[in-house]
């Protein structure tokens, strides 16, 4: 199986690189291969142009797509599978990631009629965050989550879709180092997994 892993954290010193690290060599091991865009390495531009808005605001098909958005979605036909790998900031994802949807989800391509995009057959969106489980199921913060990333952004894009929470990786929380081995391998696992009905 080819996956496109979609990467978006500002520093290489950061769990969430070590999650990807881990990531990559599960996906490895299982004889996946794979293709990344690192976002913030790659310096994607996240904001829409004015073009851009026009082109989707009045659902113009045939209005010019940017080249750096073409090749990701030429990325993603290429692919089997899908996997966001990102912190939570403020309950959601980087705003590089955010723009990567705004620009890359095209009218014509991820919807409305006649779509370019491929139905991929799994979807994994992998993020780390400061707070506890426990925090995401009191606050409903999980299930407002799964609403964004599974059911708007994955929507019927993917037939099957996960999100794994490695909760607890602030820096300041002991919490950090207590589940650093068990998160690192469960996204060793989610990547080695990708592959199985």
């Given at each position: 199986?080819?996956?496109f892993i979609v990467y978006a954290h500002p520093s290489d010193d950061s769990f969430t690189r070590e999650a990807l690290d881990s990531f990559i060599e599960g996906l490895k091991s299982a004889g996946h291969s794979y293709?990344?865009?690192d976002l913030y390495r790659m310096n994607f531009i996240s904001d829409l142009s004015e073009a851009e808005y026009r082109r989707e605001a009045f659902y113009k098909k045939d209005y010019p797509v940017p080249d750096d958005v073409v090749c990701e979605q030429e990325k993603i036909n290429a692919c089997d599978a899908i996997a966001f790998i990102f912190p939570l900031f403020w309950s959601d994802a980087p705003a590089k990631l955010v723009g990567w949807f705004d620009r890359v989800w095209t009218y014509g391509f991820a919807y409305g009629e006649r779509r370019a995009m491929k139905k991929l057959e799994k979807g994994l969106v992998l993020c780390s965050a400061g707070n506890t489980m426990e925090y995401f199921h009191n606050t409903g913060i999980l299930g407002a989550l799964e609403k964004v990333f599974l059911e708007d952004r994955l929507f019927d894009r993917v037939k099957e879709k996960e999100l794994?929470?490695?909760d607890g990786t602030s820096r300041e929380s002991p919490l950090r180092e207590q589940n650093r081995r068990r998160?690192?391998?469960?996204?060793?696992l989610?990547?080695?997994?990708?592959g199985m009905a």
């Open positions: 199986m080819r996956i293709v990344i865009s794994i929470i490695l998160h690192l391998e469960r996204a060793f989610a990547a080695a997994q990708l």
